[in-house]
């Protein structure tokens, strides 16, 4: 059975009774995250983890998927300017795409430019609450920061929508092992 679900979740064969748009309103998104809930299999976790981010990635609008792309080409290359311009330009022409803010906010988060990155990512939990990479990037900045209770909130909310995320558990545990006994 295992199996045949995470074949599903690859080929994204999941049930549609609505057109498949992409971006935080595709209508697959609400089965992958409640499934997220429920299973057990780390594999099948990945896959429907992977896919989840396939999906905030592709836009209905074609200008925004070639702007996204540059844009995620030059943040690989370490261009950050250059990466900065392309997202701002996805931004302009769909203020509505989260992952135009969460790219933002992770090449601003890579400059060191926190606070600009904390907007941005405010404006993608805005427009997709359920965002665990925003979450876990929210995280990171606080530690970056010296807040250690605002990462652990953080990073915990980033493990309720998605509870199979490495990073931000291991974050967690070192987190409360740490501040255990200090106020909030």
């Not at 969460?102 to 359920?130: C, F, H, W």
């Not at 998605?162 to 070192?174: K, T, W």
Request: aromatic letters at 8%; hydrophobic letters at 45%; charged letters at 20%.
């Amino acid at each position: 059975m295992r199996c045949n679900v995470v074949a599903m979740v690859l080929t994204g064969a999941v049930s549609l009774a609505s057109p498949v748009l992409g971006g935080q309103t595709d209508v697959r998104l609400n089965a992958l995250f409640d499934r997220l809930q429920v299973t057990d299999s780390e594999t099948e976790a990945a896959a429907i983890t992977n896919l989840v981010w396939a999906i905030w990635h592709e836009s209905d609008n074609e200008t925004v998927n070639a702007f996204m792309s540059k844009g995620v080409e030059e943040m690989s290359s370490r261009n950050f300017e250059a990466a900065v311009s392309s997202f701002n330009k996805v931004i302009e022409v769909d203020p509505d795409f989260a992952e135009g803010w969460n790219k933002r906010a992770t090449v601003y988060y890579l400059m060191g430019e926190y606070q600009a990155s904390i907007r941005d990512i405010e404006q993608t939990l805005a427009l997709e609450p359920r965002h665990f990479g925003a979450l876990s990037g929210l995280g990171l900045i606080h530690l970056a920061l010296g807040n250690g209770w605002e990462a652990l909130k953080a990073f915990e909310a980033a493990l309720k929508v998605n509870p199979h995320l490495p990073s931000p558990r291991a974050h967690v545990e070192e987190l409360r092992r740490h501040l255990r006994g200090r106020p909030i």
